[in-house]
RNA sequence: GCCCAUGUGGCGGAAUUGGUAGACGCAGCAGACUCAAAAUCUGCCAUUCGCAAGGGUGUGAAGGUUCGAUUCCUUUCGUGGGCACCA
């Protein structure tokens, strides 16, 4: 019987989902373990070798755990929001909901055809609105919150507003410093109030910098501009101030570091997660400046300034107040204002220049670019202790947004500062004696100052300390903790993301409710930016200005007006998600007599929006005008019949109650003319307006607000944040996740995924799980209990070299300049080419050796010369062997290619680099899988090298793990006699040999060593077929241990053993210790480091017995040459040494 | 510039965490079976000296600690990844 792997996969897939094998249920009475992936983004190029990874990693403890008899939860989803998608929309036109849809098909094919375990049924897609209604619910509960510092925690907004009512802000300190009594607060109106809670909600808006490209009328993200200008297009990018909205992940800064020593992560994740929260301890130091001419400062003094007894003063954030007598100039960022009013009438132009060069740079720039720049603003600060005048500067290096955007320079003990100084020559003050070699700066904290007044013969901490109480004596510093994190940016001006279920009016953002989510990414059918660099949301004047913040009441209930503009009424017809769900898919699958009627009214000029398929209630309405509470319904032919008579007349009488009207039209009379119907609905509005006005009928709908909507989307990392829950509960259409669900599944026990999301995700994800913790919707608060890194599995490119250079070629190949066919030269020749021309002393070819690795054109008076290094597709790239044919209908324009080869060869170039379809160096696992078998490549991708590890992609090895498999099947079956497994009593030496294996597979498997397990498992089987053992009761122990790795073969072989259930759930082998028990070791035997020879000894053997035996060993008598050992040291069970 | 990771045969990697470096696999070489091929099986396979027995050298480089270092420490070089010049 053979090893037909894709009929056994086939076969067991089939079963496995009609069984529904992998269904995971809440709640039940084992113990959990949650194992999650880091949800891949679906890209258009699909799945390549490199993804699988860690899905295989995470697939195989998460079936090891199952074995073990765990609950196990290992869900799969798309983070399905993104940037590529809207790219691809721009330069095709196709709609990001359409390509996203065909892109996750694919990746669920490829993914099932590797046969991972997971539920499907629980799969989230973070742009459907079933699942985006929840992250636009979080973030109102991010909106809604504030961060009281005391308790340090997130708190609802509204008991921030009670206090303020109650009694001022008396016990908080607004970022702004103005206080206010609760009768102020009061008689603020709502713009202001808004304007003050807006500074302390975890979610908030602020104008913030942004990467403007007035040319593409777009903003840019960091890694789309290049050295100042935009990398596509090459247009300039300028800074430009926006609306934007944050995360105020600051607050959170000391509870993230605290929460690091709760997880477990790699040292150095935790370590990339402290830098990037950046917590420093310093000090606050104000300045004062003294002006040198005598201009008045008017304007009004901003954060790194302020009056101090009258005088103007500047204020500098250090983490070194101990070198305060080696100041020696001080640096603002070119940005603040305050420069404005410190910069004397000299050297006005000079700043002036400067800001103007600043603004033209990048981020991007700022941090590649090493020169020192900088200007001088012609103004001194007074040191507060000596009384020394220091020159204040602004230069690109100090950033405004970091601690007070203003440094005070110590040259002799700071690198930057340092090479500042020296740039500009400004003199440098010694604090350090001979520490300090005028040469480099020393930043050592270990040395006693001098020159330093006061702080004379202390080191830092002595220093910093004596200094801060200084300055807090005199009133003119303070101790400060500082973050390097910023708010994290929340808003982008794109359209492929979440909407923000926010409405501007009069400028303030009015936050929509529950009830109003989902808040669906209208249909657009451009997606370039819209006006003044808006997202392309911006564009659809009719979704952004008729917000639809409704609310139905009961008939017969007033209407409560309050102080606010946007009241709130008690009771609402509220329509379940899931008729938002059926009204969603009914618009997609509408009639023709809905289609044109919906023409006509979609365009409607009177002023009057219609909606389309609108849950009402329970119901869902054809056509709707919330405005007017009017109703149109088109019936089809079977409305005629009795029963549907009664459904309608129920229905209509429902809506009527709740203050609708309905009006009824045929399928047939709306075909016939639908402008006619348009103008019947026309004339009932009209009544409708009458009948209102006349009778004061209050409209059942209360308008709650006006205004326009916020056109930004929300980052990549928003559905991201939180999907670790909704895996939990995924069809909760009443809450994210049910509180008693995420209390049994808990933290993720295990969570697979790269590096590249260190800070990121990871961080964010933290947050969001913190806040939702403070606010009492989940139990825990932090979300990954233990992290594995996977590595990248980088591509392996393969090179092509194509030189036309007829001199070369003719001394090569006769004369070929008549041809001008492409030619491609064999590696080692053509860097011999290279090298010949050298030692020739060709100029053209010394040209050609430094441009050679890249591709180039240059061109003489009397020659054009073009080499190419090109990317050839590995996949027809045997090893480093060209198949030269199919190299020829890879392109049209290889056609006629010549070849020079090498023995016969062309052998081409190689380079490790990362896997992209651009580099032709993808391998697709769904080639692997058909031509050996998904539990083959399985278990390659784990024998290539530790999965944290980041490796090259080698297809060549996989016949190894092929051929092991094929050994395994042939332990059961094989190809003469079928049958040969037998049902005998093992021997002691077979035991040994499973147990073996037990002990191993089981510590690697608990360890992530999956390269390490596979080759045990090679091991084994290699030990079974030598000792020709075929007996059911060692090899079903082999085929559970086998199972999380090659889960088909294993099920395969299992029921051919005779078994009726299945393996996934069969009962892990318990390893026996007893049987691996051994009495002697063959000891390696060292004089002096150099092992010598072995000698076998008892394991109960002491000291003084091994001496013994050992020292009359020939061996070892030959090399001590008669000499008397000087100690003899002896490890037991590990080694002998004779030192001499 | 800063931070993190990493360096072992022709290749991917292993090494009980300080104890016989190179497990397992790929590639290669030699052989068996076969008319032949495929499949399968058996040897050899870091390097160097040697017919062999056996010896020398070897974990990027240089030092150090130790009876003993791929493993720990110092310095240095190369490669890969990240970044917000963070005072």
Request: net charge negative; aromatic share 12%.
């Amino acid at each position: 019987m053979e090893y037909k792997f894709n009929e056994i996969e086939k076969k067991w897939q089939d079963k496995w989902k009609a069984n529904k094998v992998y269904k995971v249920e809440n709640n039940v009475d084992k113990p959990k373990y949650y194992v999650l992936d880091m949800f891949p983004y679906p890209s258009g190029a699909g799945l390549h070798v490199g993804h699988p990874l860690g899905y295989i990693a995470s697939d195989i403890y998460s079936r090891y755990k199952r074995l073990k008899g765990y609950n196990v939860l290992h869900p799969m989803g798309f983070d399905s929001f993104g940037l590529p998608a809207e790219q691809y929309a721009l330069e095709t036109g196709q709609h990001p909901a359409e390509t996203t849809k065909k892109n996750i098909a694919t990746f669920k094919a490829q993914l099932d055809k590797i046969g991972f375990c997971y539920d499907w049924e629980r799969e989230v897609q973070t742009s459907d609105p079933n699942y985006y209604r929840w992250t636009q619910w979080i973030f109102l509960q991010l909106f809604n919150s504030y961060f009281d510092s005391k308790e340090n925690k997130a708190k609802p907004i509204e008991n921030l507003v009670r206090a303020f009512e109650l009694e001022g802000c008396a016990n908080c300190q607004l970022p702004t410093a103005n206080s206010f009594t609760a009768e102020e607060w009061n008689a603020y109106n709502k713009k202001e109030q808004e304007d003050i809670l807006m500074q302390r909600r975890l979610a908030f808006s602020k104008y913030g910098e942004v990467n403007w490209c007035e040319v593409l009328g777009t903003v840019l993200a960091n890694d789309e501009v290049v050295n100042g200008v935009s990398e596509r297009g090459g247009h300039p990018v300028v800074k430009k101030k926006m609306r934007q909205w944050y995360l105020r992940i600051t607050a959170y800064a000391d509870r993230l570091l605290e929460g690091l020593e709760t997880v477990e992560f790699s040292d150095s994740m935790k370590e990339m997660q402290r830098n990037w929260i950046g917590k420093s301890e310093g000090a606050e130091i104000d300045f004062v400046i003294k002006t040198i001419d005598n201009r008045q400062s008017t304007t009004e003094v901003q954060n790194s300034s302020s009056v101090v007894g009258g005088q103007l003063s500047i204020t500098v954030y250090t983490t070194r107040p101990d070198t305060i007598f080696g100041v020696d100039f001080m640096v603002v960022a070119p940005e603040l204002e305050l420069v404005q009013q410190i910069k004397t009438t000299d050297q006005t132009n000079a700043v002036d220049e400067y800001i103007a060069y600043v603004k033209s740079r990048s981020d991007v720039d700022r941090m590649a670019e090493k020169k020192i720049t900088g200007c001088f603003t012609g103004a001194y600060a007074v040191n507060p202790f000596n009384g020394k005048q220091i020159p204040i500067w602004i230069s690109e290096y100090v950033l405004a947004g970091y601690g007070t955007g203003a440094i005070m320079g110590v040259p002799c003990g700071d690198e930057r500062d340092f090479k500042f100084a020296q740039h500009f020559n400004i003199p440098i003050t010694n604090i350090i004696g001979n520490h300090f070699n005028g040469q480099e700066a020393n930043p050592t904290k270990e040395v006693p100052y001098s020159n330093s007044e006061f702080v004379n013969g202390m080191k830092y901490a002595e220093a910093a300390k004596v200094v801060i109480d200084k300055l807090e004596e005199k009133g003119i510093g303070k101790r400060k903790v500082n973050y390097r994190m910023r708010d994290a940016g929340f808003s982008r001006q794109r359209y492929w993301g979440e909407p923000f279920p926010i409405i501007w009016n009069d400028g303030v953002a009015v936050a929509l409710e529950e009830i109003d989510l989902p808040l669906e990414l209208p249909h657009v059918d451009k997606y370039g930016p819209g006006p003044e660099g808006e997202g392309p949301l911006a564009n659809l004047k009719e979704w952004t200005s008729s917000p639809s913040l409704f609310h139905t009441v009961e008939k017969g209930e007033t209407k409560t007006e309050s102080k606010g503009s946007f009241s709130q009424v008690p009771k609402y017809i509220v329509s379940s998600p899931m008729q938002y769900e059926l009204a969603k898919n009914m618009r997609k699958d509408y009639t023709e007599a809905e289609g044109a009627l919906w023409e006509v009214l979609r365009n409607n000029n009177t002023g009057e929006k219609f909606r389309r398929q609108h849950p009402i209630d329970s119901y869902i309405a054809d056509f709707i005008c919330l405005q007017k509470s009017l109703i149109v319904e088109v019936d089809g032919g079977y409305h005629l019949d009795a029963e549907q008579k009664q459904y309608d007349e129920t229905r209509s009488k429902r809506l009527n109650e709740i203050g609708f009207e309905v009006i009824r039209f045929t399928n047939d009379e709306v075909l016939k003319n639908p402008f006619a119907i348009k103008e019947k609905i026309k004339q009932h509005i009209k009544k409708i307006d009458e009948k209102a006005e006349s009778l004061h009928i209050p409209s059942p709908l209360v308008e709650r607000g006006q205004g326009v909507r916020e056109t930004s989307t929300m980052p990549g990392y928003a559905g991201s944040s939180w999907y670790f829950l909704r895996y939990m509960d995924p069809h909760n259409a009443t809450t994210f996740c049910d509180k008693k669900v995420s209390d049994y599944w808990n933290q993720v026990d295990l969570y697979v995924g790269g590096t590249e999301h260190a800070v990121g995700h990871l961080l964010y994800s933290r947050l969001w799980t913190k806040i939702l913790f403070d606010l009492g919707h989940i139990g825990f608060d932090e979300p990954f209990k233990k992290l594995l890194n996977q590595g990248m599995i980088q591509g392996s490119s393969r090179f092509v070299y194509r030189v036309s250079f007829p001199d070369i070629l003719s001394r090569m190949k006769g004369d070929l300049s008549a041809n001008h066919s492409p030619i491609f030269i064999s590696e080692s020749i053509y860097k011999r080419i290279l090298e010949i021309g050298v030692d020739n002393g060709i100029e053209r070819i010394k040209y050609l050796k430094t441009i050679a690795p890249n591709n180039s054109i240059i061109q003489n008076a009397s020659n054009t010369i073009v080499t190419s290094r090109l990317h050839v597709n590995v996949n027809i790239v045997d090893g480093f062997e060209l198949n030269t044919d199919v190299f020829k209908k890879w392109r049209d324009e290889y056609a006629n290619a010549e070849f020079i080869l090498e023995d016969g060869k062309y052998i081409c170039g190689s380079e490790t680099e990362k896997m992209s379809k651009s580099k032709y160096n993808t391998v697709n696992p769904d080639e692997l899988c058909v031509k050996y078998g998904a539990d083959t490549f399985r278990m390659y991708e784990m024998f290539l090298g530790p999965v944290e590890a980041s490796k090259p992609w080698d297809t060549k090895g996989i016949e190894g793990v092929h051929r092991f498999l094929r050994k395994l099947w042939r332990l059961f079956n094989d190809g003469i006699k079928g049958k040969i497994w037998v049902d005998e009593k093992p021997t002691e030496a077979e035991l040994k040999i499973l147990h073996r294996t037990i002990k191993k597979i089981e510590e690697d498997t608990e360890k992530f060593s999956f390269n390490t397990a596979v080759s045990a498992f090679m091991i084994c089987v290699n030990d079974l077929a030598d000792a020709k053992c075929y007996k059911k009761e060692i090899l079903e122990k082999v085929l559970i241990l086998l199972v999380p790795y090659a889960p088909h073969i294993a099920e395969e072989l299992w029921h051919q053993l005779g078994n009726t259930t299945t393996i996934l759930d069969a009962e892990y082998p318990t390893f026996d210790p007893s049987l691996l028990v051994e009495s002697s070791k063959e000891y390696p035997v060292s004089i002096n480091g150099k092992v010598r020879t072995n000698i076998t000894l008892a394991l109960t053997l002491e000291q003084v017995e091994v001496e013994e035996i050992i020292l009359q060993n020939e061996t070892i008598q030959k090399w001590l040459e008669g000499k008397t050992p000087k100690k003899i040291i002896y490890v037991k069970n590990k080694m002998i040494n004779i030192v001499v």
